[in-house]
């Protein structure tokens, strides 16, 4: 039988999958506008846009935490691969380098930040290791996929987003842990 734990670890693992194939369907299907030879945009901030791809990065950084929190640290590497060969099998084909490269490099320097932060607060864990892997990932991105860093504060805005918005779930999941003897 199953564990709660093995079992939001697998639905975690799941969403972390999905973000994936989510966020480059996204950058080149669906925003407000949408580029020619570029990406399709959402208005992230007042007067401020981003590829509509970064509301699917912010959750996926988030998700990659909880991953490694419920199923460990071998999980959370194997999710890495998996995004990142997912990545270069659905990601446009002029996106594929910089889709996959960004995707790798940000997740891993989430999990660096993130593991030596858990044992100090899983909150603190998830937003430091999240906001530093969204600025990785955005610069990389931009710079691979565009060759500028154009977009940079509305991709960097727009991922934070995401993440502020997962945080309060985050403390439940902790709060709900600790009730139960798992923190």
């Known amino acids: 039988m199953m564990t709660r734990t093995r079992i939001e670890g697998l639905a975690f693992l799941l969403g972390f999958a999905l973000c994936v194939p989510a966020a480059n369907w996204l950058i080149g299907n669906a925003g407000t506008v949408c580029v020619p030879n570029g990406p399709c945009l959402i208005p992230v901030a007042p007067g401020i846009m981003a590829p509509s791809g970064v509301l699917m990065i912010g959750l996926a950084l988030v998700l990659r935490d909880l991953v490694q929190r419920r199923l460990g640290m071998n999980w959370a590497l194997g999710a890495i691969a998996l995004g990142a060969v997912l990545s270069a ?89 600790a009730r139960l003897g798992l923190a």
Not at 129 to 155: E, K, M, N, P, R
């Open 89 to 177: 099998s659905i990601a446009p084909p002029a996106l594929v380098i910089a889709s996959t490269v960004a995707f790798l490099l940000s997740e891993l320097v989430d999990l660096g930040i993130y593991t030596p932060l858990q044992k100090r607060g899983l909150v603190l864990a998830v937003a430091a290791s999240s906001l530093v892997g969204l600025v990785v990932d955005s610069v990389i991105f931009l710079w691979l996929a565009f060759g500028s860093l154009d977009y940079l504060s509305g991709q960097v805005i727009g991922k934070a987003w995401m993440v502020l918005l997962a945080l309060p779930i985050v403390a439940l999941l902790r709060r709900r842990d």
